[in-house]
């Protein structure tokens, strides 16, 4: 499985976004799809995921109500709708995959099977 993230940019905070991973190879495999992103020093954190049905979607504390995280199975596709992006959102985001997981949603880093190459977004104050 190969996973591609893009979307990114610079804006302005209050501004929206739109983060999208496509899969490709064995795609039927993928269960649980994740949002991580990171900043030079950091660790990489956990910002939103979904199951394959979409039943569960889950997410940071600090994005609630502003980040929707959404697939569509049929286009292999994951999204991320930013809203109300502020500078400390700015980061590298990525996405990430699992195989065969039937355990909700993965929110550890270390729990994911693919990675996509990541994407900078970038929120001026």
Not at 58 to 85: C, E, I, P, W
Request: hydrophobic content about 30%; some cysteine; glycine content about 10%.
């Amino acid at each position: 499985v190969q996973l591609q993230a893009s979307g990114g940019g610079l804006v302005q905070a209050g501004a929206s976004l739109r983060l999208s991973c496509v899969a490709s190879g064995r795609t039927l495999s993928i269960t649980d799809m994740g949002w991580f992103r990171q900043v030079p020093g950091k660790e990489r954190e956990f910002v939103a995921g979904i199951t394959r049905s979409s039943s569960i979607r889950h997410y940071a504390d600090s994005v609630k109500g502003r980040f929707t995280v959404s697939r569509d199975n049929a286009k292999n596709t994951m999204y991320l709708q930013m809203n109300s992006l502020k500078p400390e959102d700015t980061a590298v985001y990525y996405c990430a995959a699992n195989k065969d997981r039937y355990l909700g949603v993965s929110t550890r880093k270390d729990e994911y099977d693919y990675w996509g190459q990541g994407t900078q977004v970038t929120v001026s104050s």
